[in-house]
């Protein structure tokens, strides 16, 4: 299936939506030899945020874009106009990195007349061993928050079932029970199950069945970088 032009990705504090939008960036412009603008409007999270590896991602192919320096963390950010340029140059894939939050589903319901005039994916990555969802009512608030107050709505879900390092086989198929629930309530396709690599490679044979997304992390807490 040919991919739509605007990727919107989205999801709750910790719920790695930050790894798969730069993965899926990646991706994109792997696949289609494209250029990619991969648009940082995670105003909140002050720990994964795709602009602090801007200048890795541009040296891959991407160009990285936020909010105007020294202005992020504001409740309406000031944002660069080279963004806008990103929709109206229609030789860009575009990815957004969109914080599961008001202030950022506020930023990104500023270009809804955009998204009006042409049609785009908006994709939400959800772990529901995190705090924000951890059963489905609270999933499906969250999800409703976001479509709500960016006046968009949600294409597919990206399951993220992982618990770091503990992560097992039996702790990802207690996970898909859950992922698996949530699609049928909100009659959204699970169209990605993000993986981290190695957990992949042990585990291919049991996931020979599902989309699976292999990623390799590139975001660390500043309290685990040497």
């Not at 250029?35 to 720990?47: A, E, M, R, S, T």
């Not at 969802?133 to 976001?146: F, G, H, K, M, Y």
Request: contains cysteine; aromatic residues 10%; charged residues 20%.
């Amino acid at each position: 299936m040919k991919r739509k032009r605007l990727h919107i990705i989205c999801g709750a504090y910790g719920s790695g939506k930050t790894e798969f939008a730069i993965a899926y960036a990646l991706d994109i412009h792997k696949q289609n030899r494209s250029k990619v603008g991969l648009i940082d409007l995670d105003i909140v999270n002050p720990y994964f945020r795709s602009r602090d590896i801007a200048g890795d991602l541009e040296e891959k192919g991407l160009m990285v874009v936020s909010t105007v320096s020294g202005l992020e963390h504001s409740d309406i950010p000031s944002l660069s106009p080279q963004i806008f340029s990103f929709f109206q140059d229609h030789t860009y894939q575009v990815v957004f990195d969109v914080g599961g939050d008001p202030a950022g589903a506020r930023a990104l319901g500023r270009f809804h007349p955009y998204f009006e005039t042409e049609p785009y994916e908006m994709l939400i990555v959800v772990n529901p061993f995190r705090p924000d969802t951890r059963n489905i009512a609270e999933a499906l608030d969250l999800i409703a928050s976001v479509q709500g107050t960016s006046r968009l709505k949600a294409t597919g879900i990206i399951s993220n079932i992982n618990l770091g390092p503990d992560t097992t086989l039996e702790i990802w198929q207690e996970g898909l029970k859950f992922i698996m629930e949530l699609g049928e309530q909100l009659a959204l396709p699970i169209v990605y199950h993000m993986v981290e690599q190695s957990f992949f490679s042990r585990h291919q044979a049991d996931l020979k069945d599902y989309p699976i997304f292999p990623v390799t992390l590139k975001m660390r807490p500043p309290w685990l970088i040497d």
